[in-house]
């Protein structure tokens, strides 16, 4: 027909870039891959550790999953998926993030070689979302149960979520800090690590030197030199308004007419300060936290009253004050009663370190906050105990949340491997295959844990399998052998809910990858290209290689 040309007709403005099908596919997988390949060395006890450096030159030397990728700068779109995805197992269990990544990693490296023979990727994502439900399965079958009044056992938790974070030396001292704060954090049945543990460091002293406390530790001094420095008994009145003579707005006006009448307005206001201090101390109160300001004349009124305050306390800190001390924030202090009060056996300003003063608020009974001081020679370290006891408490809540655990190792992922190829053989069609790549991409876990152990992970795996196939569905890999060993017994144990999570997130962000067969991506305004590379490349990572 008169009219009709072949020329292309354009939808996208100028400048952006489309990939479909298969050549997005193999960059999405790839982008997946290079920050699983990132995480891979640092799995298990024995891996190594990665030095980030910031753009001001700060430095950050860790191997937590968590930590690694909250640090790095990824550009790529499908990265960062992946690294949402991992962020989501941190929030929901605080741990198992490399493991969540790597088995991602595992999942898409086989999905491409089954795309590569024909295997379309819905059918993929089917065996896939089949062979998760049956993991499932295999691990509840395996997992143990225990109750808090196991307590040795959940200090092996403890100790397993420590280990590989170069403080082994002192695992069995924080162990037992870990499952005492835990079980004082407990409100019906829940444990909210991020909510109500604080961790406080401190410079200078031994990490034997780290203690719990059943209270709170604020980095405050007391405001004058005039109050007490130490309180027993303390009654201790959370407020959260202002304890300083109000500023004027800038259209008020105020006539004054005479000395007598300034004299008179500086009373006034000075009487409702005193009003304020007085109605607390009326109701008991020796402790006084304030969210706001307090000012010099509130000051001298509160030390006159034997009062030991404290000002510009965070909205985090005064939650945490109110949950340890049992004590309401008040916004109105004339309106305080006594019920208001929070309690504990001692607050109490010490020096710490050469010149830096702290307030300890300690002795909180029943208590559903708690504060871990950490001390250390040096920030690094200090932060190294940070991480690693905050995986460590989040592994324990976790236990006691669900009451499960399974042996650790990578006995769990051998077992489901294992498990996995036997209920491939049940099914027929391409699902088999899909099936059969999951199992593959779960060894993944125990395979990087030899490796990063220095055995040769081809051995490891043919005498673990050999051993699951005798049955021994608890024996995993004795990192300092290299050989089969019971978990159990070695008291390797990690929470089901750890491992199932990890699944469930690995799985979720494979199969989210798989998905996509159409990318596109707007020209990047205001970023000079390099070289060979296009002024639209949506790869902009330093792991990624440049579009062509």
Known sequence: MAGLTNAPILILKEGHKRETGRDAQRRNIMAAKAVAAVLKTTLGPKGMDKMLVDGSGDVVITNDGATILREMDIEHPVAKMIVEVARAQEDEVGDGTTTAVVLAGGLLENAEELIDIGVHPTVIV???KAAQKKAYEFLEEMAVEVSKEDREILKRIAETAMTGKGIEVF??????????AAAAIEEEGKFDVEERVSFVKIGGGSVKDTILEEGVVLDKERLNPEMPKRVEGAKIALLDSTLELKKLSTDAKVTISSPESLSSFREGEDEVLREKVEAMAKVGANVVFCKQGIGAYASRYLANNGIIAARRVSDEEMKFLALATGGRI???????????????????????????????????????AVTVVIHGSSEQLRENIERALEDALWSV?????????????????IEVAERL???????????????????????????????????????????????????ERSYGLDINTGKPADMIEAGVVEPLKVKTQAIKSGTAAATLVLRVDDVIAAKVEGLKPKPGQSPHDYTRNPMMPPMR
């Open 330 to 368: 008040v916004t109105d202090p004339l309106e305080m009663r006594g019920e208001d009060l929070g309690s504990a056996d001692l607050v109490a300003e010490r020096k710490v370190g050469r010149d830096k003063k702290m307030i300890f608020v300690e002795g909180c009974h029943g208590a559903k």
């Open 421 to 471: 190829r036997q209920y491939a053989s049940t099914i027929t069609g391409r699902d088999q295959l899909a099936v059969k790549a999951f199992a593959d991409a779960v060894e993944e876990i125990p395979f990087n844990l030899a490796e990063n152990a220095g055995f040769d992970p081809i051995d490891v795996l043919v005498r673990l399998r050999s051993s699951h196939g005798a049955g």
């Open 397 to 413: 809540a976790t236990v006691l949340e669900s009451k499960k655990i399974v042996p650790g190792g990578g006995a769990p992922e």
């Open 126 to 128: 089917q065996g896939y």
């Open 171 to 180: 695992k069995k001292d924080l162990a037992e800090i870990c499952v005492v």
